[in-house]
């Protein structure tokens, strides 16, 4: 992919400095979307599918009847409440971040199912519009990925218990929802702008190592000299832009789709609601952040993997 013209030269301060422009680089961006649109929905839509499907299915399993889900599963910083969500979408999500990769360094391949152990293809099946791989590339990425959801996602539910037991330690029991709301509002104020310069930092590295087929995230940091904010800015306009869509219109059609005066829905139906109404903003999440790490990739970072 050749460099974005979305850079500003510097030569006062250094002639190799370059700048990223904040708003082109999110132009481009979605300008690069908007024109590929059908291809990047074919390369992302199956592992994204396979991902809302293999939620539901864990959900439904360990909390169908919450009684007999082990604790020890069970955690307060993903969605659902165990650790074993972060697990279960990695490898998937990695497949997203590779195949749009793929695409934009002009290595686009046709939808097909390939099954991978390690290295060697030990079975192709061609199905026209579908694609998922299990390859070494892919495992090393979704590594990657869950390691820092795993650590983000007890970080989240140790704060929880942090901040109950400083509650309890200092006021008097029982505990009011008005004791806890406050802080409890502020503690995920401050998370989700913790989480969105971990999560921005995380997807460029994973993209780095997909793109240039190692991992270095040093040298991918001093790639980006004197863009780290950018980087960071343009992210959080991408993230906070699907995320205004997603929680909007999922509000939204849930108000439309589950009147006021109805009987509440089994839990079977409530998990095929809330996870069927994400995923399409969960697919645009994907795409969009590899779409924004391939941009700034091909600028900075100019050998894509073949």
């Known amino acids: 992919m050749a460099p974005i013209s979305t850079l500003d030269e510097l030569p006062a301060v250094t002639p190799k400095r370059r700048l ?18 059908w291809p990047l929905f074919v390369a992302a839509w199956f592992p994204c599918f396979l991902t809302t499907l293999c939620l539901i299915v864990l959900a439904f399993v360990l909390f ?15 969605d659902p409440r165990t650790w074993l969500s972060a697990i279960v979408a990695a490898p998937f999500s990695a497949m997203v971040f590779a195949f749009v990769l793929d695409r934009m360094a ?9 099954v991978r152990r390690g290295i060697e293809s030990v079975k192709h099946v061609a199905i026209p519009g579908m694609r998922l791989e299990f390859g070494q590339r892919i495992v090393v990425a979704a590594l990657l990925l869950a390691v820092v959801q795993l650590l983000c996602g007890f970080a989240v539910a140790s704060e929880h218990g942090l901040l109950v037991a400083g509650l309890m330690a200092t ?112 697919l645009l999440h994907l795409v969009l952040s590899a ?5 700034i990739l091909g600028a900075f970072r100019p050998q894509p993997a073949r």
Request: overall charge positive; some cysteine; glycine content about 10%.
């Open 291 to 295: 779409a924004t790490v391939g941009t």
């Open 106 to 114: 002009n290595a686009p391949e046709p939808g097909r199912v390939v």
């Open 64 to 78: 169908a009847d919450p009684r007999q889900a082990p604790t020890w599963l069970l955690s307060r910083g993903f």
């Open 171 to 282: 006021r008097d029991l029982p505990l009011s929802p008005e004791d806890v709301a406050p802080w409890a509002s502020a503690i995920g104020i401050f998370n989700v702008f913790l989480g969105g310069i971990v999560l921005a930092w995380t997807y460029l590295f994973v993209g780095d190592f997909l793109w240039t087929g190692s991992f270095d995230p040093i040298g991918c940091w001093r790639a980006l000299n004197g863009n780290h904010l950018r980087f960071v800015a343009i992210m959080f306009f991408v993230l906070a832009t699907v995320a205004i869509l997603k929680y909007g219109l999922v509000l939204a059609a849930g108000l439309i789709l589950i009147p006021a005066d109805a009987t509440a829905p089994s839990f079977l139906n409530l998990m095929l609601l809330h996870f069927g109404l994400a995923w399409p903003f969960d």
């Open 20 to 37: 990223l422009r904040i708003g082109k680089t999110v132009a481009r961006v979605f300008g690069y979307c908007r024109a590929n649109a």
